[in-house]
């Protein structure tokens, strides 16, 4: 497969998800909860050797979704902002913020800085060649201070106050 294209193999990927996906039993195979019985548990059974059940599976149109990291984010007076190059969620998993690599060329002289969700409008997202919109002039990012980690996030918000990200301890 070395000299195949990279197409081929994607296609042959594709294939293989959707054979797999068809495989899985659908929720409307199973009966209603309240008529699935349980199987008797045997103490004597090494519980590592059983057969997982199956995860369940969503299939998300590449239309309806596309992954955020690396996109270029742009000012509304379409100012280069950088790039996102993480996402920071809370303890209970809900995003809050998002890194952004701001300012240098070509990575010397870069800083990350963060800045609320909220900030973050994004447009047609779903088009790669689109960018993401925040919500903060040119000098409002400057003052940012730079993300470390390990160390206590500050959040630039989209009034463009400064406050730190609070954690429930």
Do not use: C
Not at 57 to 71: E, S, Y
Not at 77 to 88: F, L, P, Q, S, T
Not at 138 to 158: C, F, M, N, R, W
């Amino acid at each position: 497969m070395r000299g195949d294209s990279p197409f081929i193999v994607a296609a042959l990927l594709l294939a293989a998800v959707s054979a797999a996906a068809q495989s899985l039993p659908r929720d409307s195979d199973r009966p209603p909860p309240e008529s699935r019985q349980a199987e008797p548990t045997n103490p004597s059974k090494n519980p590592s050797t059983d057969a997982a059940s199956p995860p369940s599976v969503t299939i998300i149109d590449a239309l309806d979704a596309q992954g955020i990291l690396g996109r270029e984010v742009r000012s509304a007076a379409n100012e280069d902002m950088g790039r996102i190059v993480d996402v920071i969620v809370d303890r209970a998993g809900t995003v809050r913020a998002a890194v952004i690599d701001f300012g240098g060329f070509l990575g010397v002289g870069s800083r990350k800085i963060v800045v609320d969700w909220s900030a973050l409008h994004f447009g047609q997202v779903t088009n790669k060649k689109e960018s993401i919109t925040l919500e903060l002039t040119l000098e409002q990012v400057k003052a940012a201070p730079e993300y470390k980690e390990d160390t206590p996030i500050v959040v630039l918000g989209a009034s463009g106050s400064l406050q730190p990200l609070q954690f429930d301890h």
